[in-house]
């Protein structure tokens, strides 16, 4: 009889039992992982306990474990979102730019392009992601190359599958697709990353927006058939 209670209580704790997508399980998650990541930016994630992150989150504990078994498996979870939201915008980009290609529309497509990438990037839970994966390198080996191949790995690759087909059509000169890839990436968002990767915050929306500019102004300049045209 007793075994039969056990079994009927866990049956029903399971069925009782939140689904992941429930509005308070989503609230409980955003608020653990902004509190892991504030506290191993702060302390470190072997200086970090889950009683602490249940603390800051205001949350309790059992909670914090209910969803995370483990600091690691929190930490990959921080890195799994960035990771998901570059592959979301690497997959928007395909066929963005060569859609309906003209020589006259190409640099209002990059402009906004590069608008959307710098915003993209330039945020504080990025920033925050970023700094936390060079302070934790040695402690969490790898999962910073993870990062990278798989976030901003992934966006420049597609965007050196745009510009190859660009430069086929007679859009663009790049002779290395790769190569203009990378650069319009640093162009656009290189100085406001790198100050907010040091000052700890994002710049102003305004400083990220006119540096993305002047970004894509360099790269068509560089690689812009259009423009050389009218020089000549």
């Known amino acids: 009889m007793s075994t039969i209670s056990a079994r009927h209580r866990r049956l029903t704790r399971r069925v009782a039992a939140p689904r992941a997508d429930d509005p308070r399980v989503v609230r409980s998650r955003a608020a653990v992982v902004r509190a892991a990541t504030t506290l191993f930016l702060e ?7 889950m009683e602490e992150i249940a603390a800051l989150a205001g949350i309790t504990k059992r909670t914090v474990y209910n969803n995370y078994s483990d600091k690691g498996s929190l930490f990959s979870e921080i890195v799994s979102d960035a990771i998901a939201y570059a592959g979301e915008f690497a997959r928007d980009l395909r066929g963005e730019l060569t859609r309906e290609p003209t020589p006259t529309g190409l640099p209002t497509a990059l402009h906004d392009l590069g608008r959307r990438l710098a915003l993209g990037v330039v945020r504080p839970e990025i920033i925050a992601l970023r700094r936390l994966l060079i302070r934790e390198a040695p402690t969490v080996p790898g999962l910073a190359k993870q990062y990278f191949d798989r976030a901003p790995g992934r966006v420049i690759a597609a965007l050196a599958a745009e510009f190859e087909h660009l430069s086929k059509l007679g859009l663009l000169q790049a002779p290395s697709s790769r190569i203009a890839a990378e650069q319009f990436a640093y162009l656009v968002v290189g100085e406001p990353l790198d100050r907010a990767m040091l000052v ?7 400083h ?7 970004g894509v102004e360099t790269f068509l300049a560089r690689y812009g058939t259009a423009r050389r045209k009218r020089r000549r």
Do not use: D
């Open 208 to 214: 990220v927006l006119e540096r993305a500019r002047e």
């Open 200 to 206: 700890g915050t994002p710049p102003s929306k305004e």
């Open 43 to 49: 302390k470190g994630f072997g200086g970090t306990t």
